[in-house]
């Protein structure tokens, strides 16, 4: 009797965690996630067992189809929503060069000691070695975490001896994504925010007469993610470098110097070829490298950000160093392909996956469709360009593909615009759209 109540409740046939967890078919999940994870995942089916009813032969099963593909969270996606710099999305995405900085750097490597000597070394000297060079103007460089951490700092030292005050245009007192706004960032070092001008038109007089002895620096921000138009003015850095105040300019999308495609957007280089003494920008946004603030001017200044205690805070690690190294002195970043793709190239490509799909049975058709450079960078600028347009309710499913395609619904229609993804992804993209809309050419 008791043999038959065994042999007929199937929770007296869970395996033991080890011996599931020797099983050889869970052994490249456990190198690649952990045992921990692998686990995890192990004790769920089991319960599963115990009180869902599920067949003790499908367990294995059932592990292996719940372990996560990747140890992270984050998920590959294909950018096809004509935003070059999609900031939700992680902005730039790297290049093939940075890429293997990256892993090159994911073990031991010399970032602070001199192999030669056996002594400690410059942190990052070969990265800020080629910033240099980068951004011929700059009598120094630094690099720190972030854009805004740049700014911070720049200003907490250039004010920080004392309660001085930053001028600043009343049309440059910018709010960028997530409700932050760059004058509560400025007020956090202690500094006073002294405004001048008017929303649409500020004046070299406005900056002259604000001026004084509690003056720490003038600060001009560019006004990245929108613009003002009809009766304006505003005063240029080469005005305000005539001032008896160091001119700090934000340039915000990080361009290190001019390019021709966006003749609006301000970069570094020029601003500290017309008198800035500091300039600052983002590391992920048009220069297409990792999450990184640089700050590039005048080698006193930068010698005294290099010393204060802040610097420390906001310094950036390894992979950042050796990512941002391979994007200064390597190829063509994906965002610079991105940006300066050939209209008529991207046309006949979007009209040939077009062709793939509709052979596959897909709704599909092309639609000229204007992308955008995105990341706070080049407001008001459209770039020419294509997209595939499809059924507004493939969206979703789409999104929760492997890999997870994000276009953009305008119109009841679902755009999927090329411009930000390398051609040799157009394969995955055609398999993703026909699995979504559960085409014969799924695969």
Request: hydrophobic content about 45%; overall charge neutral; aromatic content about 2%.
């Amino acid at each position: 009797m008791t043999h038959a109540r065994e042999a007929s409740d199937p929770r007296r046939r869970v395996p033991r965690t080890d011996t599931v967890l020797a099983d050889d078919r869970l052994t490249a999940a456990i190198a690649r996630l952990g045992r921990a994870t692998v686990k995890a995942a192990v004790q769920q089916a089991q319960q599963r067992i115990r009180t869902d009813g599920l067949d003790p032969d499908a367990l294995m099963e059932v592990v292996l189809a719940a372990l996560p593909a990747r140890a992270t969270s984050l998920r590959p996606v294909l950018n096809a929503t004509g935003a070059v710099l999609h900031t939700n999305l992680g902005r730039a995405a790297l290049s093939s060069a940075a890429v293997e900085a990256l892993l090159a750097a994911a073990g031991p490597v010399d970032v602070e000691f001199d192999l030669t000597t056996g002594r400690r070394a410059g942190r990052g000297r070969g990265t800020l070695a080629a910033l240099r060079r980068a951004v011929p103007p700059a009598e120094d460089v630094l690099v720190v975490n972030n854009g805004a951490a740049a700014l911070l700092l720049v200003v907490t030292v250039l004010c920080g001896r004392r309660t001085p005050e930053v001028i600043w245009s009343r049309g440059e007192l910018v709010e960028i994504g997530d409700g932050f706004r760059l004058p509560d960032l400025v007020a956090a070092t202690g500094a006073r925010l002294r405004e001048v001008g008017t929303t649409n038109r500020t004046t070299l007089d406005d900056y002259r007469a604000a001026i004084g002895p509690r003056t720490g620096c003038v600060l001009k921000v560019h006004p990245s993610n929108f613009t003002v138009s009809g009766f304006t003015s505003q005063v240029g850095v080469a005005e305000l470098a005539e001032l008896p105040a160091p001119v700090v300019v934000d340039v915000g999308s990080g361009l290190l110097g001019p390019d021709p495609l966006l003749p609006q957007e301000p970069d570094m280089a020029s601003a500290l070829r017309a008198g800035a003494a500091v300039v600052t920008g983002s590391g992920d946004k048009l220069l297409g490298g990792p999450q990184a603030g640089i700050v590039a001017g005048r080698a006193e200044l930068l010698a005294r950000m290099r010393r204060h205690p802040l610097a420390r805070a906001l310094r950036v690690d390894k992979l950042t160093l050796a990512a941002l190294e391979a994007t200064l002195s390597g190829p063509a970043t994906p965002t610079h392909d991105a940006l300066h793709l050939d209209e008529r190239a991207l046309g006949i490509r979007t009209q040939q996956l077009a062709d793939v799909l509709a052979g596959r049975g897909v709704d599909v058709r092309t639609v000229t469709s204007p992308g955008i450079v995105g990341g706070g960078g080049a407001p008001g600028v459209q770039l020419a360009g294509w997209a595939l347009a499809l059924p507004a309710d493939l969206a979703v499913r789409l999104r929760c593909g492997d890999p997870a395609v994000v276009g953009r619904v305008e119109d009841g229609c679902l755009l999927l615009d090329l411009r930000a993804i390398p051609p040799e992804h157009d394969d995955v993209l055609a398999a993703a759209v026909c699995r979504a809309a559960g085409s014969p050419g799924a695969g």
